[in-house]
Structure formats: structure tokens, C-alpha cells
């Protein structure tokens, strides 16, 4: 079996610094790029654009990019201040609407090769008993480790900022660790 590749980032343009992480991506190379501004069911179309980009086993790692808060991840926000609302417009992921996006974010799973992870590369995604409960659902669900951020993140950096919460599928509890860095 081939070793996954693919490297694939999900940008929320939420604020003008988030061209400093695009730039910087590319800079690393080796980097599959996908921006959203302000779109209804963002996660869907991540997913649709993800079965796009990639063939079956070939994801290494797939990073969203955007604002984020104990237990939620935004992916197709567009503004700064906008909250993941439970029902509707699917422009994030969180506790409070997986059942709504679950069957979508399932269509990822054979995407992702053995030792593939996701990054939910917000601020404080994976803080507090919300965090660790959305990163375990996550988990469990694509099947792969979900990595998130505990503390505030800056923009435009590629490494974590403090440590962050590593859920393995099927586990309750996260392990605090160093995040994977892109190189």
C-alpha cells in the first residue's frame, strides 16, 4: 500500500492575515490549498472538494483553517465574528450540529491513508470538556487521530501555539501534546 501524500488545506477567509497562512503553505510546498468566504454548507463543499483533490487512501492530513472555540471549528464562516449555529448553515463543525454534518465528514473516511490525521487548526477547538467531546465524535467517526489547538492561535503561523488535544478514535479522553508540524 502507498504511503498517503496529499496534504490538504481548508482556509475560512475570515480575515485578511489568513493570506499569510496561504503564502506560507506554499511556501512549504507539497501543499493543496482550498479557500471559503461566507458559504453556506462550507462543510459539505470541503468534503465534495476533498473527493476531488484526492483518490482513496491518499490524504495524509487535512487542515481546516478558521475561527474556533471549545468544541467548534469554523470552515466557510467568512466573518470574524460569526458563531457555528446549530441548524442550518453548516459553515462549521461542532458539538452542537455533528449530527448535522456527520454524514458528510463520514465521506472522508476512505480518503485518508493509513497514519492520516485531521487538524482543526482554530483557537481553543479542543479546550475544556466541549473540546475533547467534538474531537472524540470526530475521531471516531473518520477514523483517524483529530489534532486541536488548547490556546489562542495566532494568524498567518504554520506551527502550533501552545499544546494541543490528540484524540484517537474511539478514546474519551485526548492526549496534551506538540502538535505534527508542516515541513
Not at 506560507?24 to 468534503?47: C, E, R, Y
Not at 475561527?67 to 470574524?80: L, N
Request: net charge neutral.
Amino acid at each position: 500500500m502507498a504511503i498517503p501524500t496529499i496534504e490538504i488545506n481548508a482556509l475560512d477567509v475570515v480575515h485578511p492575515d489568513v493570506l499569510n497562512i496561504e503564502k506560507n503553505l506554499l511556501d512549504t510546498g507539497n501543499q493543496l490549498i482550498m479557500k471559503f468566504q461566507g458559504v453556506s454548507n462550507g462543510v459539505g463543499q470541503m468534503v465534495t472538494n476533498v473527493t476531488r483533490l484526492a483518490h482513496i487512501g491518499e490524504v495524509r492530513v487535512l487542515r481546516l483553517w478558521s475561527h474556533g472555540f471549545p468544541g467548534g471549528q469554523g470552515v466557510s464562516q467568512g466573518y470574524p465574528d460569526a458563531r457555528i449555529s446549530v441548524r442550518g448553515e453548516r459553515v462549521g463543525i461542532s458539538r452542537s450540529n455533528f449530527t448535522d454534518v456527520a454524514p458528510e465528514l463520514a465521506r472522508l473516511v476512505p480518503y485518508f491513508g493509513v497514519g492520516g490525521w485531521m487538524e482543526l487548526r482554530g483557537c481553543t477547538v479542543g479546550a475544556g470538556y466541549d473540546g475533547s467531546d467534538l474531537l472524540s465524535m470526530l475521531a471516531t467517526l473518520i477514523k483517524v487521530p483529530v489534532w486541536a489547538a488548547i490556546n489562542a492561535q495566532p494568524i498567518g503561523p504554520l506551527e502550533w501555539s501552545g499544546p494541543v488535544m490528540k484524540m484517537l478514535p474511539n478514546a474519551r479522553q485526548g492526549q496534551l501534546m506538540t502538535g505534527p508540524s508542516i515541513k
